[in-house]
């Protein structure tokens, strides 16, 4: 049990974050925690804890298999010549604004998209 307290905070990370699958168990001194997290970032997050609680990871006391939902990583679409947000949206069952706040970092102005440009196509809600 002193190894769950040792690594309490990554669990309650864990938990908090939507880690799917989560499995907590120690054996022969050593904490196995498994999951799936929902996106990178909240591997990486893991991961800072992690190297936070025992830096350079020396301790050799926990081991952290998360993987990241095949879900999650958003598909990539690429404009061809006479797209719009709204044509692109309808084929993925999506609005065009969902598909601009998706890409709000390379579209200034959702009336001007350009052939070749690769824009991500979020999940449906």
């Not at 040792?6 to 196995?32: C, H, I, P």
């Not at 997050?45 to 990583?73: C, E, F, H, M």
């Not at 679409?77 to 390379?106: C, F, H, M, P």
Request: charged share 25%.
């Amino acid at each position: 049990m002193a190894l769950q307290d040792k690594y309490s905070e990554l669990v309650t990370l864990a938990q908090t974050t939507g880690v799917n699958n989560l499995q907590v168990r120690e054996q022969d001194n050593v904490l196995y925690i498994d999951g799936e997290a929902p996106g990178q970032s909240v591997k990486d997050q893991l991961w800072a804890v992690y190297n936070k609680i025992d830096p350079d990871y020396r301790a050799g006391d926990l081991v952290l298999n998360i993987t990241v939902s095949a879900s999650a990583a958003p598909e990539i679409y690429e404009v061809v010549s006479g797209d719009n947000l709204t044509k692109i949206g309808k084929k993925y069952g999506l609005s065009w604004k969902e598909i601009y706040e998706a890409n709000k970092d390379q579209i200034k102005n959702p009336d001007l998209i350009h052939v070749g440009q690769k824009l991500k196509i979020p999940a449906k809600s």
